[in-house]
């Protein structure tokens, strides 16, 4: 079989992706990924066919402090590329499967009769039980309830997408749509690549869809002489340490963050650890033998087992990965989707939810940084959750449902 992979974002959108490509090109099918520019010497270190967008600034993106409508816009934006890029290499293959690509990605699929398989990393599709993931509001809620919150979200789509995505139809000799909001998943089979453990699904949902699991990128070469030395750090005595990142994220007030989490660590006698990421988190800070700034990436599966807790953004890659740790963690969710994932955690008891990098007070953070650190409940159903995540299959389950997908695309 001839499968073209398509995924935009950060690390926890095209990592799984990359172990994707590789698996399903092991088992002798001819794979070609499309990924980011920022990303091409992962794919070439990993041996893998690829070709590169040409019109992606997720980079030169992740510099700035970022919010939900900077990522819609910068989705909506790249539809024209789409339809230029994706119709020749898709002609070329006998099925897309494709993640944060659905605006142009159904009807690419649609014109040229091949099978799509829509990737989200979240309950990304419409539904009466839970509200969109990318709102900040994944309660209940008396007058936001979630049909309303998605009438809202998809009005707003359609007002971006309809009208550059009907021209690139009518130019193709295609009907144009009536509602983006329905047509991406009537027109894909929905797979959720998230676990059935962390995430939420709604049996109601009136489209095809499946969930496996999320895919861990625990292949990533990493630099060994920086693991050593974080093991050192770790090993050279009891106190706990807490694991501190925004990821690919960046806020304007990250490293002040991350001074009041070290003056914490300081006075509670205990150690911080910081994955500096793309915003170079914690460099400001002065050198301590209690901090230590994990700079060349290591893997989370490598680095979360051995601290106490972790504190991050809520990116759907370091959430499964805390997860999967058995460690708890709190979520300091800035936009998308992290704001679903925080309260995910929290339901399920492996942490205090979210808290607000920006607007918690120094009595605040304390409370809940020692609450991660110290509870107990926390702990137990944290082990649990990460016993049931890392029984799960998510790179089998993926490759099984490319490979046998049983539906067939709209137009054949």
Request: charged residues 20%; positive net charge.
């Amino acid at each position: 079989m001839k499968i073209l992979l398509v995924t935009r974002g950060s690390q926890g959108d095209v990592y799984p992706y990359l172990q994707l490509a590789k698996e399903l090109g092991a088992q002798s099918h001819e794979v070609t990924l499309n990924l980011p520019r920022v990303f091409e010497g992962q794919a070439k270190d990993a041996g893998l066919r690829y070709t590169l967008q040409g019109h992606d600034d997720i980079g030169s993106m992740m510099e700035n402090e970022l919010d939900t409508k900077d990522f819609l816009d910068w989705t909506r934006r790249v539809i024209g590329n789409q339809f230029k890029e994706l119709i020749p290499l898709l002609g070329e293959h006998d099925i897309l499967v494709a993640s944060n690509t659905e605006f142009a990605a159904p009807s690419i699929a649609e014109y040229l009769k091949k099978p799509y398989i829509r990737t989200a990393y979240g309950p990304f599709i419409p539904s009466r039980t839970i509200p969109p993931p990318i709102f900040p509001w994944p309660t209940p809620h008396p007058i936001l309830r979630p049909a309303l919150l998605w009438g809202f979200l998809n009005a707003g789509l359609n007002l971006m997408v309809k009208k550059p995505l009907n021209r690139h139809r009518v130019a193709l000799g295609m009907p144009p749509i009536q509602d983006q909001a329905d047509h991406a998943p009537r027109n894909a089979f929905n797979y959720l690549m998230y676990s059935p453990s962390l995430g939420s699904v709604d049996p109601k949902w009136p489209y095809p869809w499946a969930i496996g699991g999320y895919i861990f990128n625990d292949q990533m070469p990493y630099n060994e002489e920086s693991y050593g030395n974080f093991i050192k750090f770790i090993e050279k005595d009891d106190k706990k340490s807490l694991f501190f990142t925004l990821g690919s994220c960046k806020s304007n007030d990250h490293q002040r963050f991350a001074a009041r989490l070290f003056a914490l660590c300081r006075k509670h006698d205990c150690k911080l650890v910081i994955g500096s990421g793309w915003c170079k988190l914690g460099s400001a800070l002065p050198h301590h033998e209690d901090l230590f700034l994990l700079e060349p990436v290591i893997p989370h599966h490598l680095v979360f087992p051995r601290c106490s807790a972790i504190i991050h953004h809520g990116g759907i890659g370091t959430t499964h990965s805390a997860a999967r740790s058995g460690r708890p963690q709190m979520i300091q969710a800035l936009f998308l989707d992290q704001w679903y994932w925080a309260e995910q955690t929290r339901k399920l008891g492996v942490g205090p939810g979210k808290i607000d990098l920006k607007r918690c007070t120094d009595g605040e953070l304390e409370k809940n940084v020692l609450d991660l650190l110290n509870n107990e409940s926390y702990q137990r159903d944290a082990a649990l959750l990460g016993e049931k995540i890392r029984q799960e299959k998510g790179l089998e389950n993926a490759c099984h449902k490319i490979t046998h997908l049983p539906w067939k695309p709209a137009g054949r």
